[in-house]
């Protein structure tokens, strides 16, 4: 197959359990066969040995409680790991990287689920310093009340990590950041009902990757 394209970044993004990783993992698949460059898939937090140590560091349940401001610090040093010595370096090979969550993720929970503990003007300096205006290419927005999200998953063997067992207000507010954050994103993001069954929403992010292709 001699189909290389320039290499894209994409993430995916939503409130906890919205399917966002088994949708990265069908867009991998269907990626490999549709075009010859590598096919990165990582994730956030982590994606380095490093940035992953950070996450265990980050989503552990404890009885401290993590300051709103340390909180964010730790998501951006993950992230600027993550991006400088995975995401960069890949994309510079020739990779298309696909990632479950990016910055996205921080401005919804690490600012807007705050309720003002870190204001707007503090998340985006934060942003600013670590990411230097670095952005995916494309987000994909897989956009569902996480009440019903919640109860996709209510029969899952796997322990809730601490962020996932915070409150319904918190969700909320999440889900909320996200919708917001569209408003800056609108060039570039993907805006899915994950409510929709995933087969259907799959096909629309083919249709809109297939214009990378040209
Ligand atoms: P995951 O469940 O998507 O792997 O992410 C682990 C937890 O970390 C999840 O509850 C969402 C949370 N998170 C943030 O609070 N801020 C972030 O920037 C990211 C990437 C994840």
Partial sequence: ?????????????????????????????????RISNEVVETR???????????????????????N????LFGFMSARVQHTEELIKPQMELGSVVLSDRFV???????????????SEEEYLAVEKIALKGFRPDLVVFLDIDPEIAMKRQKDS????DR???KGMDYHKAVWRGFQER???TAQECLHLDAELPWQENIERVKEHLELYFL
């Fill in 44 to 66: 956030e937090p982590g994606g380095t040995p490093l940035a992953e140590e950070i996450r265990e560091v980050l989503i552990k349940r404890r009885e401290e409680k993590f």
């Fill in 157 to 160: 063997e796997r322990a809730k």
């Fill in 182 to 184: 569209l408003d800056y």
């Fill in 104 to 118: 996205d993720s921080s401005w919804a929970m690490q600012c807007v689920a705050t309720f003002g503990a870190v």
């Fill in 163 to 165: 962020i996932e067992l």
């Fill in 68 to 71: 709103p401001l340390a909180e």
């Fill in 1 to 33: 197959m001699s189909n290389q394209v320039k290499p894209f970044f994409v993430a995916f993004e939503g409130p906890d359990f919205c399917g966002k990783t088994t949708m990265r993992k069908e867009v991998a698949k269907w990626l490999r066969t």
